[in-house]
């Protein structure tokens, strides 16, 4: 149940992250979601409040799916390792391998129909048979470059015909 993965991922001391993390951040939404977003790791507002993505680039992200007709709340928002690292630093190998038992729980818990990878730290995600993947461009990097805006806006518009 996915109860039991949240609770496993609140206690986890697996790796160092906890240590300097307030909280351990599990993911958010429906247990049965059509849709599993994936990112990198929470960030400091992450961190403070226990949700994913509800920082600058949760704000984007949440505001770019609206406009493509897409609602966060029917939707898993979850990163690929489940505490902030310090100074958001890319986290290591040793820190994804640990969290990565836990994403594949969700995976297997919520069987999506769809994973969206939000940046390359996400391509980590384990492959589940059945389940498309969707990789797009990180929130925060569609935030700073225009190029980059412009191709997430495409990707999102064209994950929004595919979940049609």
Known sequence: MLEDVVLQIQNCRKCRLWQTSIYGVPGEGPVDARVMFVGQNPGSEEDKTGRPFVGRAGKFLTKTLAEFGINRERVYITNIVKHTS??????????????????????????????????????????????????????????????????????????????K
């Open 86 to 163: 310090p100074e958001n630093r890319k986290p290591f190998p040793d820190e994804v391998v640990a969290c990565l038992p836990y994403l594949a729980q969700q995976i297997a818990v919520i069987n999506p129909k769809i994973v969206v990878l939000l940046g390359a730290s996400a391509k980590e995600a384990p492959r589940v048979e059945g389940v498309r993947y969707f990789e797009v461009v990180h929130p925060s990097a569609a935030m700073r470059f225009t190029k980059m805006r412009e191709k997430f806006r495409i990707q999102i518009a064209e994950l929004a015909e595919q979940i």
